[in-house]
């Protein structure tokens, strides 16, 4: 009983000493999400990048561990949602529709609407600098920022937001109906012309490992067909398989 008492009240400790800067966030954060929060460490964590640990104390954590969390706990929310609205859709159209509504871009300009870049720990300079990479920083605090509300309040809560701010806003504009999988549309296509699977390779990588550029080529036959940049390999390769479309669309358009 001592161990737990002492447990509880160290980390009431820690939760009490925040910095003013973090106090603020925490202050903006509860008028965001429109309820208290109870733990204050799991959204400053959530906000936290990689980048900004460089002045934080030895043994500090960014925000990677939450995103991986909360990307599990959107898949679910999103998952379900769909299940019980869209009856008439087979598990093929459902995964298709759920990859648009957690994609990156998607999450992106979800961050952007709720103003997440007012709250992020990010270094300067790198904030600075950051141009491309900025959608997947957005993207990556949202999902650590879902993953903190539902450690901190639970599944319920974290529907709610998760419905209110992602799934709702991209059903009342048609958002869900657009396919930005190139990869998905570029394999279809090369199947039903029998022209081959599409391979992607990656053909360049440079930067420092927090902001890394890949540049992806998609072959098919072993000719390359398209070329795509991205701050992770999945945007590269979205972003070649989209050249590839283009090339394929322009080739039949001139036969």
Known sequence: MGFLFNLVSRFKKIENNLSIKEKKIIKEIEM???YKIQKHS?????LTHRSYLEILPEGSKSNERLEFLGDAVLDLIVA???FQNLPEKDEGELTKIRSRLVDRISLSNVAE????????????????????????????????????IYLDTGLE??????????????????????????KGQLLELTHSKKIGT??????????????????????????EFGKGEGKNKKTAEQNAAKSALETIESNDKSL
């Open 42 to 46: 799991f959204y400053l964590k959530a």
């Open 198 to 223: 599409p391979v992607y390779k990656i053909i360049q990588e440079e930067g420092p490992e927090h902001n890394k550029l890949f540049v992806v080529s998609v072959f098919i036959n072993n000719e």
């Open 113 to 148: 609407s709720l103003n997440l870049d007012r709250f992020l720990l990010i270094e300067e300079n790198f904030h600075n600098n950051l141009e491309d990479g900025k959608k997947t920083v957005r993207a990556d605090a949202l999902e650590a920022l879902i993953g903190a």
């Open 32 to 34: 965001l999400l429109g």
């Open 80 to 82: 379900e949602y769909l």
């Open 157 to 182: 809560n974290t529907k709610k937001f998760v419905i209110k701010n992602i799934v709702k806003p991209s059903f009342n504009k048609g958002y869900h109906q657009i396919d930005k999988n190139y």
